[in-house]
């Protein structure tokens, strides 16, 4: 059985025009919890840090919060796929990704691509997989 996750703890962006995007933050099945990819806006402010490593905080911790909406802790993503928009970014990346995980652990799988992301000024985004606590 699917089940859909949602929190306010973690943005859910609509379009332009007021539509929703057609997805969930996450999916629940079995014993596993599915992120969509997380942006870095901050679902307090709405604001988007301008800065990378910035963003990559704001990111992890938005995954943390879809996941743990699931039923999970940080402890307990198992997988990340990160997107980022240019490759000179991947050193500052490797490291506030190192620091966000440093008191787990095990740091999840990982796979991380290059890519023009969707929306103006998002420098990263991250999905996850998760396992249930």
Do not use: W
Request: net charge negative; charged share 20%.
């Amino acid at each position: 059985m699917l089940d859909r996750i949602h929190t306010d703890k973690a943005p859910f962006v609509r379009f332009a025009d007021g539509t929703e995007p057609p997805l969930s933050q996450a999916i629940r099945f079995g014993d596993l919890i599915f992120t969509s990819g997380q942006g870095p806006l901050d679902p307090a402010t709405n604001e988007m840090p301008a800065d990378f490593a910035a963003q990559v905080r704001q990111v992890l911790a938005n995954v943390v919060e879809v996941a743990q909406a699931g039923g999970s802790r940080k402890d307990l993503i198992i997988k990340c796929t990160c997107y980022l928009d240019d490759r000179a970014n991947f050193a500052t990346f490797n490291q506030v990704y190192r620091e966000f995980f440093a008191d787990c652990s095990t740091l999840p799988a990982r796979t991380t691509v290059v890519a023009q992301l969707v929306r103006e000024g998002v420098l990263v985004e991250i999905d996850a997989v998760a396992a249930l606590a």
